[in-house]
T-cell receptor, first 111, second 114 residues
Framework: SQQGEEDPQALSIQEGENATMNCSYK?????LQWYRQNSGRGLVHLIL?????REKHSGRLRVTLDTSKKSSSLLITASRAADTASYFC???????????FGKGTMLLVSP | NAGVTQTPKFQVLKTGQSMTLQCAQD?????MYWYRQDPGMGLRLIYY???????DKGEVPNGYNVSRLNKREFSLRLESAAPSQTSVYFC?????????????FGPGTRLTVT
């Protein structure tokens, strides 16, 4: 069963614009992770944010977590064509739980 | 350092045939996982191995078996393939068990069952 659900399902922007993707989940979490998947490839880990953290940065990526709203957002600033990929959130309700992935947001960045 | 490798990359099976998907990691990770990905879906966990010598069922284990051969290798076996098992299969590994650590993924095996 899908715990996290990304929104929107698809996003199309121009190079240089910012891209924001959201993830909502149903139960309390230990941590939330974001992954990227380029077409035909495996997933690549981007950021892990723990339930007691509100914001994390990594390069052009900014992740926020609002546990009261059970939601997270991934912001990619100054997008590049190479950012074209699907982005998935994954949650672990407890430290003993396995990760549950959402269905993903497909991002298309046009030159 | 190859990370997580999977073989084969592509496979076509007839209904009822069997096959084993191989996965190996060279990062000395304790935990390994098998997922399947279907169009429009996220990844669904088939089986996982939190540590060498242990395996556990995930969300969709029916029709599959696994073997944690050693710390490096984790194989997935389809005993009697069905068209519903047409999917892309990903192996992943992590240092810490379950969901508290980032996972490293292989490139995937694209399986078609006719």
């Amino acid at each position: 069963s899908q715990q996290g659900e990304e929104d929107p399902q698809a996003l199309s922007i121009q190079e240089g614009e910012n891209a924001t993707m959201n993830c909502s989940y149903k139960t309390s979490i230990n941590n939330l992770q974001w992954y990227r998947q380029n077409s035909g490839r495996g997933l690549v880990h981007l950021i892990l944010i723990r339930s007691n953290e509100r914001e994390k940065h990594s390069g052009r990526l900014r992740v926020t977590l609002d546990t009261s709203k059970k939601s997270s957002s991934l912001l990619i600033t100054a997008s590049r064509a190479a950012d074209t990929a699907s982005y998935f959130c994954a949650t672990a309700p407890t430290p003993d739980s396995t990760l549950t992935f959402g269905k993903g947001t497909m991002l298309l960045v046009s030159p | 350092n190859a990370g997580v490798t999977q073989t084969p990359k592509f496979q076509v099976l007839k209904t009822g045939q069997s096959m084993t998907l191989q996965c190996a990691q060279d990062m000395n990770h304790n935990s390994m996982y098998w997922y399947r990905q279907d169009p429009g879906m996220g990844l669904r966990l088939i089986y996982y191995s939190a540590s060498e010598g242990t395996t556990d069922k995930g969300e969709v284990p029916n029709g599959y078996n696994v073997s944690r051969l050693n710390k490096r290798e984790f194989s997935l076996r389809l005993e009697s393939a069905a068209p519903s098992q047409t999917s892309v299969y990903f192996c992943a590994s992590s240092d810490l068990p379950t969901g508290i650590d980032e996972q490293y993924f292989g490139p995937g095996t694209r399986l078609t069952v006719t």
